[in-house]
């Protein structure tokens, strides 16, 4: 059961990659990051070198303090009742279905609310942005959280649908390495 959570990992990066959603070095970290998950890798293979100031307890203490406070906030926006389009990962990532954001992968978490902007996941390589290319080193999901994410078959087929869903949005992306077709999934 772990080897296979890891071909999807593989999987999604290749699926991501022949269609045009990611590029070469997105598709390289991703396999990176799965062989380090799957223990064939021992260092973590994320750069290290452009650490924040905030300490990974400050982080996490920060976020308790923003879930609650934008949970009442939020809850109007956001509507809960629709499991199929809103899926909330590892207690606070929204992954949202019809996301029409690629950035910074398709899928991405929102913390706490679709509708809020910043800070966003990328769960292939649980980098965590707090703008538009500047990610919070401190903020990175560990190994242990990366499984936990890779591990939930609702989570697998929730990427597979918003990967499905984005090819039919942005059609103008010629698909021009897609080896059985714009629509047709690898089997999980």
Same mark, same amino acid.
């Given at each position: *059961?772990?080897?296979? *959570?890891? %071909? %999807?990992?593989?999987?999604?990066?290749?699926?991501?990659?022949?269609?045009?959603?990611?590029?070469?070095?997105?598709? @390289?970290?991703?396999?990176? #990051?799965?062989?380090?998950?799957?223990?064939?890798?021992?260092?973590?293979?994320?750069?290290?070198?452009?650490?924040?100031?905030?300490?990974?307890?400050?982080?996490?203490?920060?976020?308790?303090?923003?879930?609650?406070?934008?949970?009442?906030? @939020?809850?109007?926006?956001?509507?809960?009742?629709? !499991?199929?389009?809103?899926?909330?990962?590892?207690? %606070?990532?929204?992954?949202? #279905?019809?996301?029409?954001?690629? &950035? !910074?992968?398709? !899928? %991405?978490?929102?913390?706490?609310?679709?509708?809020?902007?910043?800070?966003?996941?990328?769960?292939?390589?649980?980098?965590?942005?707090?703008?538009? =290319?500047?990610?919070?080193?401190?903020?990175?999901?560990?190994?242990?959280? *990366?499984?936990?994410?890779?591990?939930?078959?609702?989570?697998?087929? =929730?990427?597979?649908?918003?990967? =499905?869903? &984005?090819?039919?949005?942005?059609?103008?992306?010629?698909?021009?390495?897609?080896?059985?077709?714009?629509?047709?999934?690898?089997?999980?």
């Amino acid at each position: *059961m772990e080897i296979y *959570m890891y %071909h %999807h990992l593989f999987l999604l990066a290749d699926l991501s990659y022949q269609i045009g959603l990611i590029g070469l070095s997105e598709y @390289n970290e991703r396999v990176c #990051i799965a062989k380090w998950l799957s223990g064939e890798l021992e260092q973590d293979p994320r750069n290290t070198t452009n650490r924040q100031e905030q300490t990974p307890e400050e982080w996490r203490d920060s976020l308790e303090a923003d879930s609650s406070r934008d949970s009442e906030s @939020n809850q109007a926006k956001d509507n809960p009742q629709d !499991p199929i389009l809103r899926l909330v990962m590892l207690n %606070h990532w929204v992954f949202t #279905i019809g996301d029409k954001d690629c &950035y !910074p992968s398709v !899928p %991405h978490g929102h913390r706490n609310s679709k509708t809020t902007k910043w800070p966003k996941l990328n769960p292939y390589n649980g980098r965590v942005f707090e703008g538009m =290319h500047r990610e919070n080193v401190t903020a990175r999901l560990e190994k242990s959280d *990366m499984q936990k994410l890779w591990r939930d078959s609702n989570f697998i087929n =929730h990427c597979r649908s918003q990967i =499905h869903w &984005y090819s039919g949005f942005a059609p103008s992306y010629a698909f021009p390495n897609a080896r059985c077709g714009r629509y047709v999934f690898p089997r999980w």
